[in-house]
């Protein structure tokens, strides 16, 4: 529901403000994938700011916490969306490498 998006990108971002718009989206296929993606109202004061350490896309694997810092599933330009991504398929010690190198992924 609304307020149970709106409970979980307070959580997840520490913003005081409610979202955008919220993407839910499943994937099934070789790889199952479960996504939940956040636009917020305002663009981040930092949002260029290249420096910064991005924590935009958190990966879970089976509910169980894997990354915070996932660069490489999400393009620089899109730097202010938040979300929670969760794999059924996923090793549990995932590494940058591993992503590079997996088809599947």
């Given at each position: 529901?609304?307020?149970?998006?709106?409970?979980?990108?307070?959580?997840?971002?520490?913003?005081?403000?409610?979202?955008?718009?919220?993407?839910?989206?499943?994937?099934?296929?070789?790889?199952?994938?479960?996504?939940?993606?956040f636009?917020?109202?305002r663009?981040?004061?930092?949002?260029?700011?290249?420096?910064?350490?991005?924590?935009?896309?958190?990966?879970?694997?089976?509910?169980?916490?894997?990354?915070e810092?996932?660069?490489?599933?999400?393009?620089?330009?899109?730097?202010?969306?938040?979300?929670?991504?969760?794999?059924?398929?996923?090793?549990?010690?995932?590494?940058?490498?591993?992503?590079?190198?997996?088809?599947?992924?």
């Amino acid at each position: 529901t609304e307020v149970e998006y709106g409970s979980c990108y307070n959580s997840l971002t520490n913003d005081w403000e409610n979202y955008f718009v919220v993407k839910y989206f499943l994937v099934e296929g070789q790889l199952e994938f479960r996504a939940l993606i956040f636009a917020p109202i305002r663009a981040p004061f930092d949002m260029f700011e290249n420096r910064k350490m991005k924590n935009n896309i958190k990966l879970y694997e089976r509910r169980v916490f894997i990354m915070e810092n996932c660069e490489e599933l999400m393009p620089e330009y899109l730097n202010f969306i938040k979300g929670v991504g969760d794999s059924e398929d996923l090793p549990l010690n995932i590494s940058r490498d591993m992503l590079q190198q997996s088809k599947i992924l």
